[in-house]
């Protein structure tokens, strides 16, 4: 195995932030056994294929990933686990016929969308019949508050290279976006049904975002990350992020 992508899979296997990459291809693996034919994922945001890597042994699949920045798109086709990849601002939506992929994967994305309730909508439209959806976000149990401060923080001190897209700020000078949605536990989970989906799992990994080096030393021991994992999944609605898995409810 090439040794940046040996380095890169330790990384993902020794990180919380990527804890729930594992229940991911879980759930990807028990799609695909009910197919015999390739089963169609749209990671949408899919940054440099990071989960297109992970999963990669997972037979069947045929991964079809979007992405702002080219930078991003050039290091997931490098991963070599996506049959398609394309170049797509998700703010003017995604560019796919209705009813073209079983799975639709949307792995921290939603968080930097104005209007998240238009791009759900088209992951409905895009998904068949007995398509399965699966967000993941970070919540908070105080999503005004902290919406609140980042408001404040960005007027004072917009991080730099970085785009809110509820501002001007012209994208094609910027690498990288800004966090502008804040969910607790319940929007989220309330934003999905909304638009059509039927919740089937919700589960969580982390109980805060590491922002400190030091909490990476702390995360390559074992223990604490299997005690952080099971504490966030024992009481999913004080953790970080969330996990949604849901199904495409026919909408009448
Ligand atoms: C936190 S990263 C997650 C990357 C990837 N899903 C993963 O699991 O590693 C968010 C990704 O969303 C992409 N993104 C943010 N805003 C976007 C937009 N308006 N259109 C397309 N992609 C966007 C970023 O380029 C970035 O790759």
Known sequence: MDKDIKALLQRINSRLK?????YIKEKLAEISTRFSTPVRVLDVGCGPGNLGLFCREVEKLEWYGLDLWSNELTQAQQVDSYAGLCQVNLVNGIPFRSDCFDVVICNEVLMYMPDSEMLLARFHEVLKESGRLIVYNPVSLTPNLAA???R???????AKE????DC???WKKAVRATR???YSYNTLVNEIVGCGFKIIDVNAFRIFRNRFRWFNKLENNVSYRQAVVSLASR???FASDI???ASKASRL
């Open 180 to 182: 502008i949605n804040y």
């Open 243 to 245: 996990i949604v898995l």
């Open 148 to 150: 609140g401060i980042k």
């Open 168 to 170: 001007q700020t012209d």
């Open 162 to 165: 970085s785009i809110a897209w």
């Open 18 to 22: 990527y804890a729930h990459f594992g």
């Open 152 to 158: 404040i923080i960005r007027r004072w001190a917009q």
């Open 235 to 237: 009481f999913p609605r």
